[in-house]
């Protein structure tokens, strides 16, 4: 259950992470 939390923060922060990339590009 922890495992799968830290996996979608990680998901998440990815998904935030590529778009302000491609926003800012």
Known sequence: MMHSH???V????K???GEG?????
């Open 6 to 8: 830290r996996l979608k």
């Open 10 to 13: 990680e998901t998440e922060q």
């Open 15 to 17: 998904a935030a992470n």
């Open 21 to 25: 990339l491609n926003g800012g590009d």
